[in-house]
């Protein structure tokens, strides 16, 4: 999602074992419907809403925290997760179990307008009465006021998501005198704010119902907020955050539920995210009720116990991911394609399966896209026999490209998170990069910054490992999101093109294409996503690895867990055993 984790499923271990007794739901793959919704029908899992169960408090657990709490510029899932419960949009995605949690429904807005203007224009009627939880109204300055905020900050998507407004150009150029003149216009008598675009977009209410186009108020501030909160409009708002201990969100007092689809109502009283234990503390702490869920999966060393003991307690559901090594394609060794070829022949796709836990909680993929996404196709170009699924390496075929490359001897660094799955990731990247002619050294880094430091150039970062999981149900949100030219912003903390890719003449033009066909076919979009895919992957500035599942391990103090495909568990409805 959109979203990237900061850390993974557990390692090898007694994996079968443990899996034969987790509990937990699985759903289909998102289909490339476009989004749709109603007005203000409310669904029958969230019409079942019972103020008997809400109070209590709910401890949640990761490692480290999220980095920056500004919804406009995080881009993690560990905050998206938290987000979902007190920030809004003009859209949201439904806030139920499953597939229909990709289904579009008004949020702030009355309803969903129908695109006029050749499908350029959308004119939003604004909720009236709904406050912040500073206690001021929200009004149709505070959205013109937001969607400047997404330049004037330089959100990591301001160039892919929402370069399509009219004005943008003007606001990527210079984001401080950003005014989307003519793209985003308020009328406070008829309490509409009409969006322009430049061209359809048959994304578009997708775009607005991720965080980034969360409504802010106008007085928010035109740079990073860092660790101060920002009122919201969700039933939680933000009560305090220490990167180093704890952050707190508590009831908002100003809400009250306009469209349960939208913004149910929750159940806890306040929710408080913990940092610093050890991920095998964290699983002790829910083990004995004394945590109720941790953001990190667990260790190989707990799974059986965990799958057996407390497997009524595990949910495990499969993911719309990708985990991958980009390759900084302006840094030497890899600014030489043969050189990020080699790294892809190289590369033991089910080692690393086997790190993340097996073949039960992770598979090799070899694309940009992951399976069942849509303009997914098969093509493994780097495997050993030949094939479009993944057999195996070829290290006779990467050595000698190396040394065809001239890059071999060269000193490496690969960047990792510092927690032991990553770590353990990240030397086997480290030892099979020192097999094939490379100098590699692994620096692992706080998965509280290394999202961040991997993305910005003045770091230097040549090779690195990451996640990225969907922002919404679209190819492009892999293709055009992580290798185009627009999302890449070199010195800056949000260019989430982490590989620095750009091909002006080949692979962008077709992004280029691909986007303007959805706009009249998405299944023949579909199919240019995914010869944009191959021929990307042909330049190679990735290594994809593996597709992951998810497990949650909740405490017997909670229930109720609800697992959306859009922003995973939905923490705000747990309900706290009294």
């Known amino acids: 999602m959109k979203l990237r984790i900061t850390t993974a499923v557990a390692s090898a271990g007694a994996l079968t074992l443990a899996l034969a007794a987790c509990g937990g739901g699985s759903t289909p793959a998102p289909s490339a419907s476009a989004a749709t919704g109603g007005t203000t029908s409310s669904s029958a899992a969230n019409a079942a809403y019972d103020p008997a169960k809400a109070g209590g408090d709910v401890t949640?657990?990761?490692?480290?925290?999220?980095?920056?709490?500004?919804?406009?510029?995080?881009?993690?899932?560990?905050?998206?997760?938290?987000?979902?419960?007190?920030?809004?949009?003009?859209t949201a995605f439904k806030k139920v179990d499953g597939q229909e949690s990709f289904t579009v429904v008004p949020d702030l807005a009355e309803s969903l307008p129908t695109a006029t203007n050749d499908g350029k224009t959308y004119v939003f009627n604004l909720r009236k009465g709904i406050k912040f939880s500073d206690g001021t109204d929200v009004t149709v300055d505070d959205v013109v006021a937001s969607f400047q905020r997404i330049f004037k900050v330089s959100s990591p998507t301001a160039g892919s998501f929402y370069n399509g407004i009219v004005?943008?150009?003007?606001?990527?150029?210079?984001?401080?005198?950003?005014?989307?003149d003519g793209g985003v216009v308020a009328d406070a008598t008829a309490n509409t704010v009409t969006i322009n675009l430049t061209s359809?977009?048959?994304?578009?209410?997708?775009?607005?119902?991720?965080?980034?186009?969360?409504?802010?108020?106008?007085?928010?501030?035109?740079?990073d907020a860092g660790t101060t909160p920002i009122p919201t409009t969700g039933p939680?708002?933000?009560?305090?955050?220490?990167?180093?201990?704890?952050?707190?969100?508590?009831?908002?007092?100003?809400?009250?539920?306009?469209n349960e689809d939208a913004q149910p109502s929750g159940y806890p009283d306040t929710i408080t995210e913990k940092f610093g234990l050890t991920v095998e503390a964290e699983v002790t702490a829910v083990e004995n009720n004394q945590a109720d869920w941790i953001f990190d999966s667990p260790p190989a060393d707990r799974l059986?116990?965990?799958?057996?003991?407390?497997?009524?307690?595990?949910?495990?559901?499969?993911?719309t991911a990708v985990w991958y090594v980009p390759m900084n394609v302006n840094l030497a060794p890899f600014n030489n394609e043969k050189a990020r070829q080699a790294v892809n022949w190289a590369v033991d796709k089910n080692a690393v399966v086997k790190i993340l836990g097996g073949d039960k909680l992770a598979a090799p993929v070899c694309t940009i896209l992951p399976p069942g996404f849509p303009g997914f196709k098969d093509d493994c170009q780097y495997t050993n026999p030949?094939?479009?699924?993944?057999?195996?390496?070829?290290?006779?075929?990467?050595?000698?490209?190396?040394t065809e490359s001239g890059t071999a001897g060269q000193a490496v660094t690969i960047i990792t998170t510092d927690d032991e799955v990553n770590k353990a990731v990240g030397e086997y990247l480290q030892s099979t990069l020192n097999s094939i002619g490379y100098k590699a050294t692994l620096k692992p880094i706080s998965g509280n910054i290394q999202f961040t430091y991997i993305q910005n150039t003045n770091n230097k970062v040549q090779i690195s490992l990451s996640q990225w999981y969907q922002d919404y149900p679209a190819a492009s949100d892999f293709i055009n999101v992580l290798l185009g030219c627009a999302s890449f912003t070199p010195g800056s903390d949000s260019s989430i093109n982490i590989a620095g890719f750009c091909d002006k003449t080949g692979v962008q033009p077709m992004i280029d294409d691909a986007l303007k066909t959805e706009q009249t076919d998405m299944n023949a979009a579909n199919e240019k996503w995914a010869a944009t895919d191959k021929a990307a992957m042909t330049q190679a500035p990735w290594v994809p690895l593996v597709t992951p599942k998810l497990i949650d391990f909740l405490s017997t103090n909670v229930s109720n867990y609800k697992f959306s495909k859009q922003f995973y568990m939905l923490v705000d409805q747990l309900q706290v055993k009294k």
Not at 78 to 86: G, N, P, R, V
Not at 167 to 180: E, R, V, Y
Not at 236 to 245: A, E, H, I, R, V
Request: charged content about 15%.
């Open 167 to 180: 004005g943008a150009d003007k606001c990527l150029a210079t984001p401080a005198t950003c005014t989307l």
């Open 200 to 223: 359809p977009d048959p994304e578009f209410f997708y775009k607005l119902s991720v965080p980034h186009a969360a409504i802010n108020p106008k007085t928010a501030p035109v740079k």
């Open 60 to 90: 949640l657990l990761a490692k480290t925290a999220g980095g920056t709490l500004d919804p406009k510029i995080n881009y993690t899932l560990q905050y998206w997760q938290l987000y979902q419960a007190a920030y809004d949009g003009l």
């Open 236 to 258: 939680y708002m933000f009560k305090s955050y220490d990167p180093n201990t704890a952050l707190v969100m508590v009831r908002n007092p100003n809400f009250k539920a306009w």
């Open 304 to 319: 059986a116990e965990i799958g057996t003991k407390y497997a009524a307690q595990v949910h495990v559901n499969p993911l």
């Open 386 to 402: 030949a094939g479009a699924t993944w057999q195996g390496p070829d290290l006779a075929k990467a050595k000698a490209l190396v």
